[in-house]
């Protein structure tokens, strides 16, 4: 059961130490059987999200552990509540509002999905924006090579709107971002509105 992973002792007013293990244990026993898009383990993207974090010189574990959790959810819809309840018990207060800041409902429409995702964040706090370019970083190196021109087409100027909705998070991060997305080897366009542009100051 998942509720197994919510060890005496390790609640959430233990020291900070724990808040990492806990996340990753609640990954692993989520995720472990799971594939991404791209056909990869599931549990190589919170691990890749961390990782840029750390390369990002982020050391806050209450950072990192809400990376390690930040699509649990979404990912499993069937064990939502189950998790959410596991999640309140081993993590802070203020990591699970993150995590479920950073959960998408995937019962809307695509379209409808990534506006209100865009909403969100327009007045997330830091710690949610900087999980998100680092998602958005690592979703961005493994983009799965079956998909067709209109659908990278559609996740670049997604990718483009959220980056300026994150702008001044964190500099590292954001210029990763752009470098993938103007120099990606299956070349996403640069194409965006004029103020979005403007803002990023993307080459022409």
């Known amino acids: 059961m998942i509720n197994e992973i919510a060890a005496p002792g390790h609640q959430h007013n233990e020291p900070a130490s724990y808040l990492v293990q806990n996340a990753q244990a609640i990954a692993i026993r989520a995720c ?3 594939s991404r898009k791209d056909g990869t383990p599931a549990l190589l993207h919170p691990l ?3 990782t840029h974090l750390s390369l990002a010189g982020i050391c806050d574990e209450r950072i990192h ?3 390690w959790l930040h699509d649990v959810l979404e ?3 069937e064990q939502h509540d189950e998790l959410l309840a596991v999640i ?3 993590m802070p207060e203020d990591v699970t509002k993150h995590i479920l800041m950073l959960t998408d409902d995937m019962r809307l429409p695509d379209e409808q999905r990534k506006a209100a995702q865009l909403k969100r964040f327009d007045a997330a706090p830091h ?3 900087i999980v998100k370019l680092a998602d958005l970083l690592a979703n961005l190196q493994s983009l799965p090579p079956f998909w067709d021109g209109p659908k990278r087409i559609a996740r670049s100027k ?3 709107k959220m980056l300026a909705r994150l702008a001044n998070t964190n500099t590292y991060l954001e210029s990763r971002i752009k470098h993938e997305l103007l120099h990606a080897p299956w070349g996403l366009p640069t194409s965006l509105d004029a103020t979005a542009e403007k803002k990023l100051e993307v080459p022409q």
Do not use: F
Request: aromatic share 4%; proline share 5%; with cysteine.
């Open 32 to 34: 472990h059987t799971q």
């Open 158 to 160: 997604h990718c483009w």
């Open 48 to 50: 890749a999200v961390s």
């Open 65 to 67: 552990a809400t990376a």
């Open 75 to 77: 990912e499993n819809p």
């Open 127 to 129: 710690a949610v924006r």
């Open 88 to 90: 309140r018990q081993v």
